[in-house]
């Protein structure tokens, strides 16, 4: 599917100025080298996680913006405002989040200006910015928060798009867009890795099951972004039955979104801190094309009853060096678990709210994670 086509379905149609592209196939990844020591075999022995409360270092709480149907990704116009809106894109923003920013940013161009407003300065409104800056756009972010106050701070940010949508709420357009927007955002990740101001680097992951896994539907963006890729394989690590195993991105994002702020503003970028209550609070801006970035908050000024919060609460220990992998899966005793191993501590989660707004710590989530991957490390 050419992306013009994409971009007709998504509210670009009439709007001129997009330029054709080739069909962007689903690229073929060789697995990062055993020798580089960077990561190890899928089979390679685990060092255990270091899981308890004498190593927590602190404990953040952060709302993802899930919308059911899917993110939003379309242009429209509000009062005299081009208005492209790319939000709404639950757990999955910082991994789409240059795929749908290239997406985003070719809806803005067609309209024809040169300066542009962008509303939101998280993973998405920050992509969405750099990608109009290279393209020669002047552009100026407004928000409320910016990094490290921002949602994309709090991020697990393990390279897989999860939890983007309500299956039966999802159209097969918006499928078809999350699909490209991956492949965009996999192979642009790709050049960042290793690169140490942008904390992002290769693990191996897991995903762990006591129930054969349903292997019925390709990975987000297909298979092929998944590099050695092995689906419901019996003889799971931690004592789990069945598993998912392949090798993917860590994006530290304390480091990342640290890195991207000083890319917009080291090339001519400016942020200025605003909110808005209302759409027609967007006339006071002196650009006329917006790209709505706003996340959470686009659901009370543009009237969308279809965003909700999706509380996520994180606990972090001391870093371990000898920790290369992350996993996720579930337990009787202690419900659902994931950890990735990040350069500034050991992220552990597990939690997933619909419709909680509370931005406050839960001590007894606290001691359900620490001692649930405590126990969970003493399976190895």
Same mark, same amino acid.
């Given at each position: 599917?050419?992306?013009?086509?994409?971009?007709?379905?998504?509210?670009?149609?009439?709007?001129?100025?997009?330029?054709?592209?080739?069909?962007?196939?689903?690229?073929?990844?060789?697995?990062?080298?055993?020798?580089?020591?960077?990561?190890?075999?899928?089979?390679?022995?685990?060092?255990?996680?270091?899981?308890?409360?004498?190593?927590?270092?602190?404990?953040?709480?952060?709302?993802?913006?899930?919308?059911?149907?899917?993110?939003?990704?379309?242009?429209?116009?509000?009062?005299?405002?081009?208005?492209?809106?790319?939000?709404?894109?639950?757990?999955?923003?910082?991994?789409?989040?240059?795929?749908?920013?290239?997406?985003?940013?070719?809806?803005?161009?067609?309209?024809?200006?040169?300066?542009?407003?962008?509303?939101?300065?998280?993973?998405?409104?920050? &992509?969405?910015?750099?990608?109009?800056?290279?393209?020669?756009?002047?552009?100026?972010?407004?928000?409320?928060?910016?990094?490290?106050?921002?949602?994309?701070?709090?991020?697990?940010?393990?390279?897989?798009?999860?939890?983007?949508?309500?299956?039966?709420?999802?159209?097969?357009?918006?499928?078809?867009?999350?699909?490209?927007?991956?492949?965009?955002?996999?192979?642009?990740?790709?050049?960042?890795?290793?690169?140490?101001?942008?904390?992002?680097?290769?693990?191996?992951?897991?995903?762990?099951?006591?129930?054969?896994?349903?292997?019925?539907?390709?990975?987000?963006?297909?298979?092929?972004?998944?590099?050695?890729?092995?689906?419901?394989?019996?003889?799971?690590?931690?004592?789990?039955?069945?598993?998912?195993?392949?090798?993917?991105?860590?994006?530290?994002?304390?480091?990342?979104?640290?890195?991207?702020?000083?890319?917009?503003?080291?090339?001519?970028?400016?942020?200025?801190?605003?909110?808005?209550?209302?759409?027609?609070?967007?006339?006071?801006?002196?650009?006329?094309?917006?790209?709505?970035?706003?996340?959470?908050?686009?659901?009370?000024?543009?009237?969308?009853?279809?965003?909700?919060?999706?509380?996520?609460?994180?606990?972090?220990?001391?870093?371990?060096?000898?920790?290369?992998?992350?996993?996720?899966?579930?337990?009787?005793?202690?419900?659902?678990?994931?950890?990735?191993?990040?350069?500034?501590?050991?992220?552990?989660?597990?939690?997933?709210?619909?419709?909680?707004? &509370?931005?406050?710590?839960?001590?007894?989530?606290?001691?359900?994670?620490?001692?649930?991957?405590?126990?969970?490390?003493?399976?190895?």
């Amino acid at each position: 599917m050419r992306r013009r086509d994409l971009l007709a379905g998504l509210g670009a149609a009439g709007l001129g100025g997009c330029v054709a592209t080739p069909t962007l196939n689903a690229p073929v990844v060789t697995p990062p080298q055993i020798g580089s020591a960077l990561v190890q075999p899928l089979d390679a022995p685990m060092a255990p996680v270091q899981s308890s409360m004498d190593r927590v270092t602190r404990t953040l709480v952060g709302l993802r913006p899930f919308r059911k149907p899917g993110p939003r990704l379309e242009a429209v116009c509000v009062g005299g405002k081009d208005v492209v809106h790319n939000y709404g894109h639950g757990g999955g923003g910082v991994s789409l989040s240059w795929g749908v920013a290239e997406l985003a940013a070719d809806n803005a161009k067609a309209f024809g200006r040169t300066e542009i407003a962008v509303l939101g300065a998280g993973s998405i409104g920050l &992509s969405t910015a750099l990608e109009l800056q290279r393209a020669g756009a002047d552009v100026t972010i407004y928000a409320k928060d910016f990094p490290p106050y921002t949602t994309s701070n709090i991020a697990g940010a393990m390279w897989h798009p999860v939890t983007l949508y309500e299956r039966d709420q999802v159209s097969a357009e918006t499928m078809e867009m999350l699909h490209l927007a991956s492949k965009i955002a996999f192979l642009r990740f790709i050049a960042y890795a290793n690169d140490p101001r942008y904390g992002v680097y290769w693990i191996r992951q897991y995903s762990l099951s006591n129930r054969p896994m349903n292997t019925s539907r390709p990975y987000m963006g297909g298979d092929a972004l998944y590099p050695g890729l092995k689906r419901n394989q019996p003889g799971a690590p931690f004592g789990f039955a069945y598993h998912d195993a392949y090798y993917t991105l860590m994006i530290d994002s304390d480091l990342y979104m640290r890195a991207l702020v000083n890319d917009f503003l080291g090339t001519g970028g400016r942020m200025v801190e605003q909110t808005f209550d209302t759409a027609a609070d967007l006339e006071s801006l002196p650009q006329n094309t917006i790209v709505n970035c706003m996340g959470l908050g686009s659901g009370a000024v543009f009237e969308d009853e279809s965003i909700i919060p999706a509380r996520g609460q994180l606990t972090f220990l001391l870093p371990q060096n000898d920790i290369d992998y992350g996993y996720a899966g579930w337990t009787r005793e202690h419900g659902q678990l994931y950890m990735f191993p990040r350069k500034t501590g050991v992220l552990l989660g597990g939690s997933f709210d619909k419709g909680d707004w &509370s931005l406050e710590p839960r001590e007894d989530e606290v001691h359900r994670m620490v001692e649930g991957h405590a126990a969970l490390a003493a399976r190895l």
